[in-house]
């Protein structure tokens, strides 16, 4: 896998990709968010200070699920009223990339994935509401508006500038995963499951102070 | 590396001073922390802003001292945990007031884990990731999930009584929820519901002594009460291995049983034909002719076959011992009565005699029977050396004892389990203890 470089062009640091299907991107020195273009890297916004957070990932955390190796590579920040949580992007090393969630340290492992029947429209979530995707059931656990609080790293797709935004999380009772995610409109379908932390072999991780990983 | 900049190579634990008392507020849940408790002044502080606002001053009746403090480490499941927070909470019922001990643990890669204690009694809890399926029980409701299927116990509003520490979540004295705990001992599944959101998390009884253990706490843990939702039975799986053995037993004893039946000489020593006229005035007892008993002190079996009709006999015996005259008496009625609804009794009998010396013998007979009668024919054999087999019955009888001993006592564990319940019998009510 080759590592693009270019320079940013707002500060003319080095910008390096890890994943070379990369949309968009962050720069590490001054925080210009960075979209790639056919010749070259276009700011289109900055990243505001990204609220402390103690989630033990962070961007070069590296991992192994299903056998299959990956790399952490970017993030998307979000806040609610209960919180915030942590999308992290993640590359496996087929070149495929997936999420990882981690919220309140809880772990969700999930893909991008073709609906296999219509998503319902935004007003017509309700929790509860159940849908039989793949020969699972899967029904609605929660429906959270949330705030963008923003990104950091490289994305899969330009993702900035967001502002309320609506999910829909969905639940089996063999531990499979599902978001609906409204930022898009036909809205997007994110399938996976729930992980324990010791499932996924992170080297790279966070220190605390006073604890070990 | 280049996430060094991002990301401080090592996140420090926070304290702060609390804007009610001053005194210093210790952070152990580092950003995940959203309210933390004074334990000072008891104020609920709003950690995730600068300025630690109180979001509510000590609303509770009095101070509750966690039995596990907070800061504690132990490891559980093979994970290090922090107790970094404590509720108490409480159900009112009827007039009574129940209330209950939760921990909140931290370790910051494995996450967030609870303890809870009622009355001595403790459950590991986690935040299930899975959403339970509902189904039914029997007559009672129920959920599933993995694979297992956990029955419907007892729903309650639960109400925070009192808080310290810190928590990843909002959290005031006063806060209601809805629960329900659903059973599988050891696990218990809950649910909690507040503001429409709706949280599972799966329970696993625990031992207070493994806590104690885990924990380095002084002392012991407090003796259990009473037998607790998810408490696993101590009979669970020995009542159907105790009926095994008992099978078990029963065909080793039916084997002993045989052996003892085909060792035995059970020989004929003794027949002969008669028939009794009632009618006759002239004496009815009458001897036999002398037969030989033989071998070791051994049983002695009169045999008695009749040909009754609608008719009974009874018969007064005496096994005498010619030479020492010593006299077994016994005496033995036989009855047989039949017509188009059945029939009652038997044409046949017979009297055991147990450990007979050797010897010569004769039987003294005396027969009895209805005076309206005719002829009695009847035939007496005597046999030598007959199995017996009252001590085995005796033992089946003393081998039933352990199986349904355990039986009667897991029912009665289930029992005062389902009597905390909502399916408790209506009559019954023998808590209330450990209230304040």
Not at chain 1, 26 to 55: M, N, Q, Y
Not at chain 2, 5 to 24: E, H, I, Y
Not at chain 2, 29 to 46: E, K, Q, Y
Not at chain 2, 388 to 405: D, M, R, S, V
Request: with cysteine; glycine share 8%.
């Amino acid at each position: 896998m080759s590592a693009p470089a270019a320079n940013c062009p707002s500060c003319g640091a080095p910008v390096t990709f890890r994943w070379s299907s990369a949309v968009q991107t962050t720069c590490e020195f001054c925080h210009s968010i960075l979209v790639r273009t056919d010749v070259d890297l276009k700011k289109v916004g900055e990243v505001a200070d990204l609220p402390a957070d103690a989630s033990p990932i962070q961007i070069g955390t590296e991992g192994v699920y299903q056998n299959k190796g990956f790399v952490v590579v970017g993030r998307i920040l979000y806040e609610y009223e209960q919180g915030g949580w942590n999308e992290w992007h993640v590359v496996f090393n087929d070149g495929t990339s997936g999420w990882l969630a981690d919220a309140q340290l809880e772990y969700d492992v999930s893909w991008l994935t073709q609906p296999p029947s219509a998503l319902p429209a935004e007003g017509d979530l309700a929790t509860g509401g159940e849908f039989a995707w793949n020969g699972q059931t899967y029904r609605i656990t929660s429906i959270t508006k949330t705030r963008y609080k923003g990104v950091q790293g490289e994305l899969p797709f330009e993702y900035w500038d967001k502002t309320d935004l609506q999910f829909a999380d969905l639940r089996t009772s063999g531990g499979e995963f599902a978001t609906i995610d409204y930022s898009e409109n036909p809205p997007l379908l994110f399938l996976g499951r729930a992980v324990d932390f010791d499932d996924l072999h992170f080297k790279n991780v966070r220190l605390f102070e006073g604890w070990s990983a | 590396m280049s996430s060094t900049l991002v990301s401080p190579p090592m996140v420090k634990a926070r304290s702060l001073a609390c804007p009610n008392c001053g005194a210093p507020v210790e952070l152990r849940g580092f950003a995940h922390t959203l309210n933390a408790v004074c334990p000072n002044c008891l104020s609920v502080l709003d950690a995730s802003s600068p300025e630690f606002q109180v979001l509510q001053t000590f609303q509770g009746k009095q101070r509750v001292q966690p039995k596990i403090p907070l800061g504690s480490r132990g490891q559980l499941a093979g994970t290090t945990f922090e107790v970094i927070g404590f509720q108490q909470r409480e159900v009112v019922s009827d007039e009574d007031v129940f209330c209950w001990d939760e921990y909140l643990l931290f370790n910051p890669y494995r996450g967030f884990r609870y303890l809870t204690e009622y009355q001595g009694h403790w459950t590991f809890v986690r935040v299930l990731s899975a959403l339970p399926e509902p189904t039914r029980s029997g007559s009672k409701a129920a959920v599933r999930a993995a694979g297992r299927t956990y029955v419907h116990f007892d729903s309650m509003t639960a109400k925070t009584s009192f808080v310290v520490g810190e928590f990843p979540w909002q959290v005031r004295v006063g806060d209601a929820a809805e629960c329900q705990d659903f059973i599988s001992p050891p696990y218990m599944l809950s649910s909690e519901a507040t503001d429409g959101e709706v949280t599972w998390s799966l329970a696993e009884y625990t031992d207070g002594s493994k806590l104690w253990q885990a924990f380095k706490l002084p002392g012991s843990a407090p003796a259990a009460y009473g037998v607790f939702a998810n408490q696993p039975s101590p009979y669970t799986g020995k009542v159907g291995p105790a009926w095994r053995t008992w099978l078990w037993l029963n065909v080793a004893l039916f084997a002993i049983m045989m052996l003892f039946s085909v060792s035995r000489a059970n020989r004929q020593v003794f027949a002969e034909n008669y028939t009794y006229y009632s009618g006759h005035s002239t004496e009815a007892a009458f001897v036999t002719p002398t037969f030989e008993l033989t071998g070791r002190d051994s049983s002695v079996e009169v045999g008695i076959h009749t040909d009754l009709d609608n008719n009974w006999i009874y018969f007064s015996f005496a096994l005498i011992n010619e030479d020492s005259g010593q006299a077994y008496d016994f005496g033995r009625e036989v009855s047989y009565y039949h017509d188009s609804d059945g029939t009652e009794g038997g044409r046949n009998n017979s009297v055991v005699i147990p450990a007979v010396p050797a010897g010569k013998y004769y039987l003294r007979v005396e027969p009895e029977t209805s005076p309206s009668a005719a002829a009695v024919g009847y035939q007496l054999a005597v046999r030598r050396d007959v199995p017996t087999y009252t001590l085995f019955w005796i033992a089946a009888a003393l081998l039933l004892i352990p199986p349904i001993l355990k039986s009667v006592r897991s029912a009665g564990f289930e029992t005062r389990r389902w009597r905390e319940s909502d399916y408790a019998p209506a009559a019954s009510s023998d808590s209330g203890g450990g209230d304040d």
